[in-house]
Every structure is written in structure tokens, then in C-alpha cells.
């Protein structure tokens, strides 16, 4: 049973534009959701995280909204950039628990 | 300060033949884990460490092997390959600290099996 489903599976966005990725999750305990960026050829890297207390995180371009209630967390990607083409992964775990449990992530594609 | 490494990058073994995947991290993490990642499914656990001396398995862990050498090394066997184990594997470490768990992945090893 797939307790993040991160979409879409792949999202293509023109320069400039705002990439949207959704993931949504079922476990309540869950307090620490993050999101990995990862380039072809590379191991994935934390870009952005986001705890339950707060609705919303920005960091430069990227933003996480948060719904607690809807429990459902995205990743806002404004001002998309080709050097933004990457795969992404939400990801959620309650603390102490060890083991996080991802989205499958989504391939996005900038055109220039 | 070079974080998790892996290695090798690149492998290509035959049907039946056994490798060792080696990891290590410099970051004092008490935590590490091996996954693979398929194109559609994501990241994969097989297995992890919670804390040197312990390892559990994950969603993924048959025909896998782990040992926990030390609190810096996380090693993965393969002891009968199968063209089914052809992925690309990393090694990740990560430490509670702060509300906070993230991971810290390795560059990976790309696994042919034939």
C-alpha cells in the first residue's frame, strides 16, 4: 500500500513558468515531510523541508504548501529555470521511526 | 568531508555471479540504509541499520544481504545475481536531530545483470 502518492508521474514546463508537483499521504503520525531533488546520473539531495506546524516554507523559488487537514503537502517551483529539470521526491516519516516512505517521484522537463 | 560514497559506479555481472556493494559515510550518523530505484517505482528500501549492530529489512529484501561492519559502513550482498536485481542502487545515511530526519544519499551504483 502506497502511503505517498506523488503527482504528476512527469511534467514538462516552459522557461519562466510555475511547476506544481502534489503528493498526498494517509499516516496522521507522520511529522517531517521533505522534498529531494535529483539530477540524472546523481544520488537524490534534500532541496526543501517542511514540518506540520507551519503552512507553508520558502526557500528562493521553491515553496512547500501544506494542508494538514487535507493532508496533502506540494512543491511550487516558480520562475522555472531548464537547470530545474531534475526528478523530484516528496518524502514523509515520523520522527524516530527510521524508515521514510517516498512518493514516486515526478521527471520534470524545462524547455527553454 | 565527503558524506556517503559508494562504490563501485559501474557493474556488470552474469546470472549466478555474487557481488558486495560497499558504502561508507563520514557524517557520524547512526542510521543508514540501502535502496534501489526503478524507473516508475521510485526508491526502494531493501534494507537498514537503525544503529551499528542492528539491520532490518525493508520493503525489497530478497535475494539481498546486509552487514553493518562498523558505525560508518553499511555493505550490500547479492548473493546469486538475477537479471530481476539490474537497478541502480544508494546507499543513504541519516540522524534524528532537531524534528528532523533527512537523508543523505550517495552517488549510487548502476547494476547490470545478465
Known amino acids: 500500500q502506497q502511503q505517498v502518492k506523488q503527482s504528476p508521474q512527469s511534467l514538462i514546463v516552459q522557461k519562466g513558468g510555475i511547476s506544481i508537483i502534489n503528493c498526498a499521504y494517509e499516516?496522521?503520525?507522520?511529522?517531517?515531510f521533505p522534498w529531494y531533488q535529483q539530477f540524472p546520473g546523481k544520488g537524490p539531495a534534500l532541496l526543501i523541508a517542511?514540518?506540520?506546524?507551519?503552512s507553508e516554507k520558502k526557500e528562493g523559488r521553491f515553496t512547500i504548501s501544506f494542508n494538514k487537514s487535507a493532508k496533502q503537502f506540494s512543491l511550487h517551483i516558480m520562475d522555472s529555470q531548464p537547470g530545474d529539470s531534475a526528478t523530484y521526491f516528496c518524502a514523509a516519516s515520523k520522527g524516530g521511526s527510521y524508515i521514510p516512505t517516498f512518493g514516486r517521484g515526478t521527471s520534470l522537463i524545462v524547455h527553454p | 568531508n565527503a558524506g556517503v560514497t559508494q562504490t563501485p559506479k559501474f557493474q556488470v555481472l552474469k546470472t549466478g555471479q555474487s557481488m558486495t556493494l560497499q558504502c561508507a559515510q563520514d557524517?557520524?550518523?547512526?542510521?543508514m540504509y540501502w535502496y534501489r530505484q526503478d524507473p516508475g517505482m521510485g526508491l526502494r528500501l531493501i534494507y537498514y541499520s537503525a544503529s551499528e549492530g542492528t539491520t532490518d529489512k525493508g520493503e525489497v529484501p530478497n535475494g539481498y544481504n546486509v552487514s553493518r561492519l562498523n558505525k560508518r559502513e553499511f555493505s550490500l550482498r547479492l548473493e546469486s545475481a538475477a537479471p530481476s536485481q539490474t537497478s541502480v542502487y544508494f546507499c543513504?545515511?541519516?540522524?534524528?536531530?532537531?524534528?528532523?530526519?533527512?537523508?543523505?544519499f550517495g552517488p549510487g551504483t548502476r547494476l547490470t545483470v545478465l
Open positions: 499516516n496522521t503520525a507522520f511529522d517531517y
Open positions: 543513504a545515511s541519516s540522524e534524528y536531530r532537531g524534528g528532523s530526519d533527512t537523508q543523505y
Open positions: 517542511i514540518r506540520p506546524d507551519v
Open positions: 557524517m557520524n550518523h547512526n542510521s
